[in-house]
């Protein structure tokens, strides 16, 4: 492919990207150019919600990073996956939509974030959401592209979850984005009946038919050209390049936004002298702040409960393909975390400061994700994360290491810990005892604090949520300013999750979504001054 040029160039054709990408295409004043560097989103496994299965770990739709070890964590490394085709991450994870707590945009504002306090941050929800059943509800949207629905047909074991939250003093939810985030439900997600309904289809495609806005796919930006601060082309990992007129976004999320910077020459200076990169703006903050939300899992196994390769469950199997393909319902239909909720692990709290992912489905507990067997899984993550990581390069290629540093702060082992309790009671309560099986792991003899911290340490993970690292604010060492332009740079933006300054109470799909619409649209303000 010879040199094309530009007005704008978005790199990262993720749930951040695709939302830029609409909004800078939709004036008509400029060229605009995304570039992804997976293929399309048209692989049928990611338009059939339970078929995401098949698309974590997969060689072709995920990064597969991982974390450096944790050396208190029993040496271990941590999976980071990230979507690597049309929509990101919101093509490859659960659908699961949640915005998070007024109070989590307020707190962005109190750091720095100028402008991004939640009642700015609510009237983007509401202008990209279309959700009718709570049409009638003035927090909710109802005119967006973007399709939030109830799940199609929940697994009974929803219900019984719920009656083991009543019975335990969590009340239920019928919507985590209505005034009180706390109880246990069912999620709602990003479907548009019964299909997968991302960024790339809610505001991606309605955008291509526009003469303005060009997609390339399989192209893996590597490095930014620069004449002096000011970007003027990037180059692809085939030697592709592309030049920029006017101005450059990166929108390639909290793990590849800081490398492809450092790559570049933007970053700490003298970890990037070490590498021979040569530098182009000393920003010591690049790649700082990383956090997610550790979770650790409970696993049941066994039984006729829950989905799962078994001759018990051989029928609904057969069915599945029926029930999708004329009702858009049953197995296929499913997001596999289905449902969940929020809760406080002490009842002195004043809000939430756990979640639970529910998957009424059997999952391997040594490493494999697909067993045979029927059973139930759930997880626990801190809301809120004291722990702070970091992210570097591995060589001037621009590889990430990622050091997520997890379960540093004693604050997050305490409460990880608590929650993890609370989760085995709910999983205890007699409403489960119809639906009763095995706990797998951590197992019927890990009572004690010690040994349940045993178990955290030994099975920790996270909730696929990373943020931060070009943490935005009004501080000098801030990486991007509340317009999300890149200090220190002429024409750079970064318009992604690794700008929230501290992690939001819940899945981040929604947030980075929000946010890359309200950055996008300053950005157009910002141009037309």
Known sequence: MGDRTFDIVIVGGGSAGCVVAETLSRCGRFNVCLIEAGPPD????????????????????????????HAHLSNRVVPVPRGRTLGGSGSINSMVYIRGRPNDYDRWAELGATGWGWKECLAWFRRQENNARLRDDPLHGVDGPLHVQDLPSPHPLLEIWQRAGEAGGIARSCDFNGQSQEGLGVYQTTMRNGRRWSAADAFLRPATKRPNLT??????????????????????????????????VLSTGAIASPALLMAS???????????????????PSVGRNLHDHPAVAVFHGGGRHGYGLSLSAL?????????????????LASNTVEGGGFARSDATLAEPDVQFHLIP????????????????YCDVCVLKPRSRGRLMLKDPTGAPDIDLNLLSDPHDRATLLQGLKTLRALRASPAF?????????PGPDAVSDEALTDYIHARLGTAYHPVGTCRMGSDPEAVVAPDLSVNGLANVRVIDA??????????????TMMLAGKGAQGMLASIDV
């Open 361 to 376: 489905a059997r999952l391997g507990h040594k490493g494999r994700m697909i067993v045979t067997g029927r059973g139930y």
């Open 265 to 283: 020459g933007v970053g700490p200076g003298d970890h990037l002298q070490s590498l021979g990169i040569d530098v182009v703006h000393d920003s």
């Open 215 to 248: 997609v390339l796919t399989g192209i893996d930006i590597r490095r930014i050209e620069f004449d002096g601060r000011r970007a003027v082309a990037v180059h692809g990992r085939r030697s592709e390049r592309i030049g920029i007129r006017q101005h450059l």
């Open 433 to 441: 005892d119809p639906v009763r099986s095995k706990e797998l792991a």
């Open 42 to 69: 048209r692989d049928p496994r990611i338009k059939i919600p339970f078929g995401l299965i098949g698309l974590m770990k997969h060689r072709t739709f995920d990064w597969r990073f991982e974390s450096r070890a």
């Open 498 to 511: 690794s700008v929230m300054p501290e992690i939001v109470a819940g899945n981040t799909n929604a947030p």
């Open 315 to 331: 029928p609904s199997l057969i069915a599945a393909p029926f029930q999708y393909a004329w009702r858009r319902r049953g197995l």
